[in-house]
């Protein structure tokens, strides 16, 4: 199959082909023979194939040259430099665009990617993955400059030396490989071939500047997705295009910028390798790069095969830089521009012929120097290097074993470990994390089974099978996915490779379409991309604002008008002025003016004030209310707010001043009505004295007032001086003064949000650094609140001050409104009154209480005790006949209106005790009845606590301080002194009532 080459370096034993992929196909220690006795059979027929080299610059139709002689032999193959170049080649061919070729006769090998028909004649591969023991009757090796490169150039070298097609061989590349390729093959054919098309400089370019249809080039991904950023603001978009990306995925972005859809390509050098598109400008904006050793500069030589991407065919391209890059010396400039540089002078070569009998030797093998002149031993690969670390392991050394050897002198175990070793390093990590990677594949490989677990790949694959994440996080699962589908392609490595080739790929291919959708939503702005192209040309720009607010330029949304205030779309930022963005401004300019001026004429009808303070006009907010409390912190400012404009800033002067002016009229007028009850008490004019000082501290906290706090005023209000506070609406409760008006869902609702609103105002003079608390969110505060309508409810984490606001009492863990509260003191009054004449312990609890509470009994023992309440168990009484049918009669109701203060008990208590000696008779009264034989019954009772005791220092009673942990709660006495007893039942309820159901679930049921 293959002719000897003039350099005298015929290949002996390809069993140290330089990829994995390629020894699929080959016999390794077969190959020799086979080799021997095709040379004899060409000699004997006096048959030497066509050697044939072109060289040139990009845009010579090399490649094109190549695809039409192998698809005019009956077979061939072909090496390109990118498995993105290889799969771009492999669907040309499908598409015909290099003659006809039916699909079931191409095959495309690549690392990650294998389609290979059973019959297959035409083989499109990556240099590294060329099944070169495969006879066919062409071979072309495209790009074999890359043969001077120190990471793959001895791939591209042995190609050049060895690689032979039974009919003819074409070697494609730079001009500078001319006197290197005569050196080492010889007397051979080289035809030159010259551009279709001139490419020129085309001097710097901001990146706002850039023409269309140009492509970027950056060399780090950082850059490149920088430079993609700043054009999608300033120009609609760019595709992105890198060495990293799937084949999948570049082809989309390829596709979008082939289509028009983006006029601009950001790039690597991946696109100075044939990939063809239709550039015209190639601007750099970086000439160095990390070639995976050091940062260098790039060459005169690979800034050319880079710039000459600029121009397709016969339409000439240009070159040039971006504004922040220094521009090119005028030598650089004429070299890149007559394509004259340096010549290649030597090739990386790395020893074919290797040593397997001991890894020693393989290693020494590998290092062997180059032969002869124009070759020089290659740096050491990751292969290499990886053999060189698993050398000094353990594991490793013990699964090669003492080096039994085949029949040809190899240790089959030390050449499957370098199979393992040419997996290539898609990850980009460390070399010690590489070589534990290949280590633990050989373990697998050199066990029982000789195959990788299943669970094991199941489990690496699944953790690259996820969709989120940013760029680099997709960028990076791409590349470990190409690691496991490249294991996957290794049909003797998986009991079931097509299955896992299958997994891979598919995994691969939604992260790419991923990866795809990231870029595209990130970098390319379709609308602001077609408005660009749509603007091009015009002088006179016109912004339209339809009825709905929609802003229109050229016919195509640039933002909206929501009442005074403009969204403005993005794609603003990078019209240039003077175009769309000025028309923009005009027309938003006229219509805020307008606008303001009719919210300055309007009716009172026409705003709305939304819960949480917005003063809606047309469906839009316009601005919001604000309480200014000022230097001396005034507490009735929330009686007179004001409105705060929400405009645009392109809305100001006179107009701006009207607008907010008529608002805060409408507010206050709006607050004067909703809150009448309160503007009557400021503006009372027949209130003296004491009701006047009482009517004041009713307007500082918002209409309602704990009795305690203003129990000395009250002892001295005489009844002339109450009815006049009456009339104007003032209850006196047991527990609150307040007025009933207020607690209706709309006043109340107003009051809480003007304490949250003076809260905010408050906190925003206070130093953010003197804060102890983060402000509260207003709008989730009174979502907490309760419901328009409920009078009773479980507590939330709201401060006391907001509940007392919206009209509600609160406890550790109930709120309750405050008309509810009297209603409960009106039933404990009688109650009370009624324990006293029948010469009992206290009152019992009962449904009629908790229903006023809408809670059950536990609740509402939680609320008697917050009262100033204690409970104690006694035995039940007995109830004679009479009694009984006597107390089925309803007391009669006795208001807390009716009750004077002076002769009723300390605010907050019931207006009874009990003497202690009393209590202690009880208990030796108890003690001896619980001797009986039959267990009496007990019920709990409530009566007021000890005349000292201030109901509002429990724990959870609004503004109240927390019990000392010391001092047990006046609850727990009376259960610690019965705990010798049996347990008490509960009255029994009326099995008709649902409060009786509830109290007999809290309670654990009658016994």
Not at 220 to 249: C, F, H, K, W
Not at 914 to 933: C, F, G, L, R
Not at 934 to 959: D, I, Y
Request: proline share 5%; glycine share 8%; with cysteine.
């Amino acid at each position: 199959m293959f002719a000897p080459c003039s350099c005298g370096l015929a290949k002996t034993d390809s069993s140290t082909a330089l990829n994995s992929e390629s020894r699929e196909f080959e016999a390794p220690r077969l190959q020799k023979r086979a080799r021997l006795v095709m040379v004899d059979l060409m000699s004997n027929l006096s048959f030497q194939p066509h050697l044939r080299i072109v060289l040139g610059p990009t845009n010579t139709g090399k490649t094109h040259l190549a695809m039409e002689r192998l698809l005019a032999h009956g077979s061939g193959m072909i090496g390109l430099p990118l498995r993105l170049l290889a799969r771009e080649v492999y669907d040309r061919c499908l598409r015909g665009d290099f003659g006809h070729v039916h699909k079931a006769d191409l095959a495309l090998i690549t690392g990650e990617e294998k389609i290979l028909p059973p019959k297959a004649r035409y083989f499109i591969c990556t240099t590294e993955a060329m099944p070169i023991s495969r006879e066919v009757e062409f071979i072309a090796i495209d790009e074999c400059q890359l043969a001077a490169d120190p990471e793959r150039g001895h791939v591209f070298t042995d190609r050049i030396l060895h690689a032979r097609g039974t009919a003819e061989t074409i070697l494609l590349g730079a001009e500078t490989m001319a006197p290197i390729l005569r050196q080492l093959l010889g007397k051979v054919e080289i035809e030159s071939r010259g551009r279709f098309s001139r490419l020129s400089w085309g001097g710097s370019h901001k990146l706002s500047r850039l023409p269309r249809r140009s492509a970027v080039a950056a060399f780090s991904a950082d850059n490149v997705y920088a430079i993609a950023e700043v054009i999608r603001q300033q120009r609609g978009g760019a595709a992105v295009v890198m060495g990293g990306l799937s084949p999948r995925t570049r082809n989309a972005q390829v596709e979008m910028y082939q289509s028009g859809e983006v006029d601009f390509l950001v790039a690597t050098d991946a696109i100075g390798m044939g990939l063809n598109m239709d550039v015209d400008h190639v601007a750099f904006a970086q000439r160095r790069k990390f070639d995976g050793r050091r940062h260098r500069q790039l060459s005169a030589a690979e800034l050319a095969q880079i710039a000459g991407r600029a121009g397709r065919h016969t339409q000439d391209g240009s070159f040039g830089v971006t504004g922040d890059m220094e521009a090119f010396d005028e030598a650089l400039i004429e070299q890149i521009e007559t394509h004259e540089f340096e010549p290649v002078k030597s090739l990386f070569w790395r020893n074919p012929n290797l040593d397997f009998s001991s890894l020693e030797a393989l290693l020494l093998s590998l290092e062997k120097t180059a032969p002869r002149a124009g070759l020089m031993r290659a740096p050491a690969a990751d292969d290499q290097q990886a053999m060189k670390l698993l050398s000094r392991d353990p594991d490793t050394l013990d699964l090669l074993g003492d080096g039994s050897l085949h029949s040809s002198g190899a240790n089959p175990a030390l050449e499957l470990l370098w199979q393992v070793a040419q997996t290539p390093d898609f990850r980009k990590t460390t070399v010690g994390e590489h070589s534990a990677l290949i280590g633990e594949v050989f373990g697998f490989l050199s066990g029982d089974d000789g195959l990788i677990p299943e669970s094991w790949m199941g489990e690496r694959i699944e953790r690259c099978d996820r969709l989120d994440g940013d760029l680099g996080t997709l960028s990076m699962r791409l590349a470990h996915i190409r690691t496991w589908t490249y294991i996957a392609q290794r049909n003797d490595w998986l009991a079931d490779p097509a299955h896992w080739q299958g997994v891979s790929r598919s995994v691969e291919d939604r992260l790419s379409d991923a990866l795809h959708n990231k870029l595209m939503g990130q970098f390319v702005d379709r609308k602001t991309s077609a408005l660009m192209r749509r603007l091009a040309g015009r002088e006179v720009i016109v912004a339209n604002i339809e009825d709905n607010g929609d802003i229109l330029v050229a016919e195509e949304y640039m933002g909206r008008l929501n009442g005074l205030h403009v969204e403005r779309d993005p794609r603003l930022k990078g019209v240039p002025a003077g175009t769309a963005r000025a028309a923009v401004e005009k027309a938003v300019g006229d219509a805020l003016r307008a606008r303001a001026q009719e919210i300055g004429q309007a009716e009172d009808t026409a705003f709305s004030l939304t819960q949480t303070g917005e003063i809606i006009w047309q469906t839009a907010c316009v601005g919001h209310l604000q309480i200014n409390l000022g230097r001396d912190s005034d507490k009735l400012a929330y009686l007179t707010p004001s409105a705060q404009l929400l405009a645009d800033e392109a809305l100001t002067g006179e107009a701006r001043q009207r607008a907010e002016t008529r608002l805060t009229d409408w507010v206050r007028a709006k607050i004067a009505q909703d809150l009448e009850p309160l503007k009557k008490l400021e503006t009372a004019k027949d209130l003296d004295g004491l009701a006047r000082g009482l009517a004041f501290q009713l307007l500082e906290h918002k209409g309602s007032l704990p009795r305690r706090d203003v129990a000395d005023i009250l002892a001295k209000l005489d009844q002339p001086l109450r009815a006049s506070l009456r009339k104007l609406g003032v209850r006196f409760g047991f527990y609150t003064v307040f007025v009933p008006a207020l607690l209706k869902p709309a006043p109340a609702r107003l009051l809480a949000l003007m304490s949250l609103l003076e809260r905010q105002s408050s906190e925003a003079a206070t130093p953010p650094e003197a804060s102890e608390t983060p402000p509260r969110d207003i709008a989730k505060d009174l979502a907490l609140l309760p419901a328009a309508g409920l009078t009773s409810c479980a507590r939330e984490k709201l401060p006391f001050h907001l509940y007392r606001a919206a009209g509600f009492y609160t406890t550790k863990n109930r709120a309750i409104r405050l008309d509810m509260l009297e209603r409960l003191a009106d039933l404990i009054r009688p109650a009370l009154e009624q324990s006293k004449a029948q010469k009992t312990k206290g009152f019992e609890a009962n449904e009629a209480m908790m229903s006023i509470m809408g809670c059950g009994a536990e609740d509402l023992a939680e609320i008697l005790t917050a009262l100033g309440y204690q409970s104690l168990e006694a035995e039940a009484a007995p109830i004679a006949p009479e009694a009984a049918e006597a107390g089925e009669e309803k007391p009669a109701s006795i208001s807390s209106e009716d009750v004077s203060p002076e002769g009723a008990a300390p605010e907050g208590a019931a207006p009874e005790t009990v003497a202690p000696a009393e209590t202690a008779s009880e208990e030796a009264e108890e003690s001896a009845k619980a001797s009986e034989p039959e267990a009496a019954k007990l019920v709990t009772l409530w009566r007021p606590a000890r005349a000292k005791h201030n109901p509002q220092s429990k724990t959870g009673a609004e503004g109240g301080r927390k019990n000392n942990a010391k001092r047990k709660s006046p609850a727990a006495a009376p259960k610690a002194r019965a705990s010798h007893k049996p347990r008490r039942a509960e009255k029994q309820a009326d099995p008709n009532s649902p409060f009786a159901v509830l109290k007999s679930l809290q309670s654990g049921g009658n016994e």
